[in-house]
């Protein structure tokens, strides 16, 4: 199986920056996008960024110049960076992989979430 672990959250002021990590590990092929998500209380899960394996990326408006999504395709890794933090950013942040597998001469595509790591923003 495939396995994510988020790492980089915790609590930061407003203006301030965090730098989120989601290492993917297991029986993988290839990894095709990577994403963050985030859920505040409350509210539904939302796409913060992705990044596809050639290195395209897309943002929500709302992050859209003050967070970087990249990529460390050897490692099987993705990060966040996160600058210009406000309060509203405050949410539980997911990473979400599109992962290839071969197993058994067969190949198999699934989605993969990380565990969630808290980011919590104080004005």
């Known amino acids: 199986q495939v396995q994510l672990v988020e790492s980089g959250g915790g609590l930061a002021q407003a203006g301030g920056s965090l730098r989120l990590s989601c290492a993917a590990s297991?029986?993988?092929?290839?990894?095709?996008?990577m994403g963050w998500y985030r859920q505040a209380p409350g509210q539904q899960r939302e796409l913060v960024a992705f990044i596809t394996s050639g290195g395209n990326t897309k943002y929500a408006d709302s992050v859209t110049g003050r967070f970087t999504i990249s990529r460390d395709n050897a490692k099987n890794t993705a990060y966040l960076q996160m600058n210009s933090l406000k309060p509203e950013d405050t949410a539980v942040y997911f990473c979400n992989a599109d992962v290839q597998r071969h197993t058994g001469g067969l190949y198999f595509r699934n989605q993969y979430w990380g565990q969630g790591t808290q980011v919590t923003v104080s004005s």
């Open positions: 297991g029986s993988i092929f290839s990894i095709n996008a």
